[in-house]
């Protein structure tokens, strides 16, 4: 098994393995067309850092995060969460397990056009039952620290991308989850505004008993990565250290 | 959830008009259908609905529903009078003639001929004359709708005389009745004075009317008279029944109505299944985010059901209140052709069920696809 380094540990709390895959096969099609994306995929993910996870189109990226997220099953290996084995939990466990536990950044953004700003913040928080009242607050919070406070009442499309894109960091932590996945998060957005939302990221939703995975081709963001695992084929090639890490 | 899922329902204001609207009208199509084939199958029978003095018809045992009458020996009415049960029985006479106006119109009509003493078979709502004034020699009352057809320039009025094979009679009362199965004139007059305006002669008894004595079982009174008589007595209701069953046999009423309230459903099911079924497929990916975020089936269900439970409801309201303003509009005149019709409760809720089914319907099919999402297309860009 491969297990990743972490950032350096303090003094007084050292990093905790928030997810850790163990022999992770995932397989795709049926007879002659079945294709292997994952081979037995091995990897150790700590708390208090921001692990990235990079390489080629189609060597598998996606699918690890799928299958880490308990949105796909593997067909071999088995994934903890916290701790938390998916593969024992039903589909309604699984279900709000990952409503409580994990938060989502998609590349789309995957914003209902229909909601507000401050509404689709709201939604994990619905998700896992809180009233409308408190989850309207909260997220109309977390929209005002990720510098939304103008835009709470607007629709997806009378936002920019960027904005958009905050709007999806809000949403992922509006419910304080444990683990935040994230799919290309600058892939629609000119650098300036990557390098923004990454910043807000950083800033929001990393601490010493969370951790963030962000799946990416953008190398321009990687300075914000406390470890960048490489992965080619279906299989990690390793993992090494950001090229600028005073960035953090 | 619930109020994410109508904001993503009403949020797509065209399909949702698409949705409503074709709704509405498979359920305006059903109802104003189902409703004029209920109004219809009563007129067949609005005779026996509408004398309602009786509770028991005495008839020839061939017969099969009010209209197709073979009359029988007068003496069969004295016959019924002495079957234990009966409480009163009265001659009715039920014929057509052919009328001609002072103007020289022509105008097919039918006759009905009351028991000369009590006048029984009289229709219950007089709009001008008196039911006395029809004891006064070549008296005659007619329905307000056949007196239009007379007199199509006229208001109503009495006095007017009108010839029935060529024996001469007055309009002495207008009355208002249930509109019949066929739109002629109506014209009710004595028994002898039936007789002798059809110049039919002796032993035209179409119908004895009759009624049980008080706290006896009409449909056992009617037995009796059987067995008694050798003749065929339904109580009303049994009659009424019998005659809207033969005219549902043996005429394309059914088939022609059916068809109409088949092409609502189809309508129905076509317009609004496929609407909602694109409305969902265009709406995956949210669902599919919101299942990837920890939404369990369960209360995905829940989402589109509601959301097809609020379409079909607001379509189903819109399509019963179309329906009302039509037959309130409609049926407005006294000589209109859906005089009469009305939306009965029953089609309402038996179109409301029936709506419920096609939204219910839609949403399984459409829920299937919910269902099976991938979530993980939320990671593809």
């Known amino acids: 098994m491969l297990t990743l380094a972490g950032p350096e540990p303090t003094a007084d709390a050292a990093p905790a393995v928030a997810v850790r895959c163990s022999g992770i096969v995932k397989e795709f099609g049926a007879g002659e067309t079945r294709v292997r994306v994952l081979h037995g995929i091995d990897l150790d993910i700590e708390t208090g850092a921001m692990t990235y996870i990079v390489g080629p189109s189609g060597c598998g990226k996606t699918t690890l995060i799928s299958v880490i997220a308990g949105i796909l099953s593997a067909e071999a290996g088995e994934v903890e969460v916290f701790g938390q084995r998916l593969g024992v939990l039903s589909g309604g466990r699984l279900a709000r397990f990952r409503a409580e536990t994990i938060g989502f950044i998609f590349q789309q953004f995957n914003l209902l056009p229909a909601l507000t700003a401050a509404e689709n913040a709201s939604v994990p928080l619905l998700v896992n039952g809180a009233s409308e009242s408190r989850a309207s607050r909260r997220a109309r919070d977390l929209l005002a620290a990720v510098g939304l406070e103008q835009h709470l009442d607007k629709f997806p499309a009378e936002l920019s991308g960027g904005q958009q894109q905050r709007v999806a960091i809000a949403r992922a932590l509006v419910h304080e989850p444990r683990l935040v996945i994230s799919d290309e998060p600058t892939a629609s957005l000119d650098a300036h505004a990557g390098q923004g939302v990454m910043a807000l990221l950083r800033e929001h939703a990393l601490s010493k008993d969370r951790a963030v995975i962000v799946v990416t081709h953008d190398n321009r963001i990687f300075h914000f990565a406390d470890r960048i695992v490489r992965m080619s084929d279906g299989r990690i090639m390793g993992s090494e250290l950001p090229p600028f890490t005073e960035a953090h | ?381």
């Open chain 2, 1 to 381: 959830m619930n109020r994410i899922a109508l904001k993503m329902l009403f949020g797509d204001t065209a399909k949702l008009l698409g949705l409503v609207f074709g709704m509405a009208f498979s359920t305006l199509l059903i109802t104003q259908q189902a409703s004029m084939f209920v109004g219809i199958m009563q007129r067949t029978a609005s005779l026996i609905s509408e004398t309602r003095e009786p509770n028991i018809w005495v008839m020839d045992p061939v017969i099969e529903q009010i209209d197709a009458v073979r009359p029988m020996r007068d003496t069969e009415l004295a016959r019924v009078r002495g079957v234990p049960g009966v409480a009163w029985a009265v001659p009715f006479f039920k014929g057509q003639a052919v009328v001609t106006t002072a103007a020289g119109g022509l105008q097919s009509s039918f006759v009905y001929g009351l028991d000369d003493v009590t006048l029984i078979g009289l229709p219950h709502e007089i709009i001008m004359g008196g039911r006395e004034a029809l004891r006064r020699p070549d008296a005659i009352a007619i329905d307000e709708a056949g007196f239009e057809k007379l007199w199509p320039t006229q208001p109503l009025s009495l006095g007017e005389s009108i010839e029935i094979n060529d024996r001469r009679a007055v309009v002495a009362a207008i009355v208002r009745t249930a509109p019949p199965f066929q739109t002629q004139p109506l014209i009710y007059t004595r028994y002898s004075q039936a007789l002798a305006f059809t110049n039919n002669g002796r032993n035209q008894l179409s119908y004895v009317l009759a009624r049980s004595i008080p706290g006896q079982d009409p449909a056992a009174v009617a037995r009796e008279i059987e067995s008694r008589t050798g003749l065929k007595a339904l109580t009303s209701e049994e009659f009424r029944w019998k005659t809207m069953m033969y005219f549902l046999r043996n005429t394309g009423i059914p088939v022609n109505f059916g068809t109409v309230v088949l092409l609502g459903v189809i309508v129905g099911i076509a317009v609004v299944g496929l609407t909602f079924n694109m409305f969902v497929t265009e709406n995956l990916r949210q669902y599919a985010a919101l299942k990837a975020m920890g939404l369990t089936n369960a209360r995905l269900i829940g989402m589109v059901v509601l959301q097809a439970a609020v379409v079909g409801a607001i379509g189903y309201a819109l399509g019963l209140g179309l329906t009302s303003v039509f037959f309130e509009t409609a049926t407005s005149s006294p000589t209109s052709f859906f005089r009469g019709f009305y939306l009965p409760w029953q089609v309402a809720l038996g179109v409301g069920l029936l709506a419920a089914v096609i939204m219910l319907l839609s949403a399984i099919v459409s829920l299937r696809r919910v269902l099976v999402v991938d979530p993980a297309i939320v990671f593809r860009g």
